[in-house]
Antibody, heavy 115, light 108 residues
Framework: QVQLVESGGDVVQPGGSLRLSCAAS????????IHWVRQAPGKGLEWVAL????????YYADSVKGRFTISRDNSKNTLYLRMNSLRAEDTALYYC????????WGQGTLVTVSS | EIVLTQSPGTLSLSPGESATLSCRAS???????LAWYQQKPGQAPRLLIY???SRATGIPDRFIGSGSGTDFTLTITRLEPEDFAVYFC?????????FGQGTKVEIK
């Protein structure tokens, strides 16, 4: 079955950087666009970014544009999110999300931006 | 972007009662890409319904999704104690993906 496993979350100071990973299995990774979605503590869900199946195009929420970069390695079935210039408001659980024949989520990885 | 508005914000019900949750979209959403989730504190969203009306694996038949276009409904018949949680809808057919703000189903 489809599995998405996020990793890389940590506590980081404002202005710092972090790279998240999402390891995928159970489906043909290289044929699907994959998203990052986040949820701040006590808040609703917010879409962050999408990368097309072949990595040819990326889309970003305005709140992260210019600071975050989504990428993928189809040979490793892995999605990444490089986060630079982190702010307190980036504190959240970060999920990867894929729609194959139905929606699939990982369990999330926690990013805390705090001094 | 497609805005999803859920109502009511909170439903206060007793176990055994039925709950009707609404999700209204600002523009038409393909049923294929409309999903409902349950979320409890500290947990990832749990997929209940996808394709507007298909139950996810392991979801009891008391969870019923319906609707099309701009109006979608999640009905929970015969509420069980474990059903008291936050529910939200999602459209994943158009970027940006968007989510309803959630309906909290609480014990009366």
């Amino acid at each position: 079955q489809v599995q998405l496993v996020e990793s890389g979350g940590d506590v980081v100071q404002p202005g710092g950087s972090l790279r998240l990973s999402c390891a995928a299995s159970g489906f043909t990774f290289s044929t699907y666009g994959i998203h990052w979605v986040r949820q701040a503590p006590g808040k609703g869900l917010e879409w962050v970014a999408l990368i097309r199946y072949d990595g040819s195009k990326e889309y970003y929420a305005d709140s992260v544009k210019g600071r975050f970069t989504i990428s993928r390695d189809n040979s490793k079935n892995t999605l990444y999110l490089r986060m630079n210039s982190l702010r307190a408001e980036d504190t959240a659980l970060y999920y990867c999300f894929a729609f194959t024949d139905s929606p699939h989520w990982g369990q999330g990885t926690l990013v805390t931006v705090s001094s | 972007e497609i805005v999803l508005t859920q109502s009511p914000g909170t439903l206060s019900l007793s176990p055994g009662e039925s709950a009707t949750l609404s999700c209204r979209a600002s523009e038409s959403v393909s049923s294929t890409f409309l999903a409902w989730y349950q979320q409890k504190p500290g947990q990832a969203p749990r997929l209940l319904i996808y394709g507007a009306s298909s139950r996810a694996t392991g979801i009891p038949d008391r969870f019923i999704g319906s609707g099309s276009g701009t109006d979608f409904t999640l009905t929970i018949t015969r509420l069980e104690p474990e059903d008291f949680a936050v529910y939200f809808c999602q459209q994943c057919g158009t970027v940006p993906l968007t989510f309803g703000q959630g309906t909290k189903v609480e014990i009366k």
